[in-house]
């Protein structure tokens, strides 16, 4: 009947248990990083002289050292997910050459890879920057390539595309691999969430790769559009908006490699 309610709500209360929270995994994940890093040094100084080592402890140092490095790579995560929580801005924007970026990530991507063949298919606008953090960037975007590779059978197809159209710049993934239930892909930004856990761990996946890409998109005004199919395949497409381009040059030059 013409009126408007106006509510307000004292939240405080939430913002510091939300403040003692991140501090807490920040504070632990600090703590944690040198012991683990004294560990990891010992345990693969004494698998390099295994010959002064009884013969029974081999297995049993191997398991260590795996195990150590995946804390290692979770307090890592870690920490950088505690920093991109600092804020929900880049304070410091400059211009971010993201075609050359995606031709070093694809080329890490191939040096990293076991022999599993993929098919990688790039088609990038090359005169397409925006502006933002680069290391931030480079670790989301790199998240999604390795991603694709972990969760896609040997000699699968990986597509990456960077364009531009009316509604802004668009970075996307595109795998056939095995692809993820429709009810999962709601919860795939949360932290340590794994469609298939024991898969993801066996695979040194420590499930905050998602969790940090999504803070480093809010962080940039992004936002994060997922696609998927189970048997067919997925896309993850970083959405940037209009005010994010750094040149605006209509007619773009495309670069295809495969
Ligand atoms: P993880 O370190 O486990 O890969 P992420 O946060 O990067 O953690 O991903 C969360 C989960 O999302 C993964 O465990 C996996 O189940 C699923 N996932 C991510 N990318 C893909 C993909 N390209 N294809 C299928 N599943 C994926």
Redesign the pocket.
Known sequence: NNQRLFVARDITQLHRTNRIRSDFVANVSHELKTPITVLRSYLETMSGQQELCPPTWKNGLQQMLDHVKRMQNVVEDLLTLSKLEQSNHVEERKPVVVSAMITDIHRLAKNLEDHSEHIFVLEIDTNLEILGSTNELFSCFS?LVF??I???EARGVIEINWYRDESGAHFS?T?N????PAEKIPR??ERF????RAR?RA?G???????V?NHVLTRHDATLYIE?EVGVG?T?RCDFPLESMSNNQPDSANDRTA
């Open positions: 998240n991603n694709a972990h969760y896609t993934v795998d691999g095995q692809g993820i795939l930004t969430y794994r469609v298939d993801t695979l996946g420590t499930g905050l790769g998602l969790a890409v998927s997925s993850f």
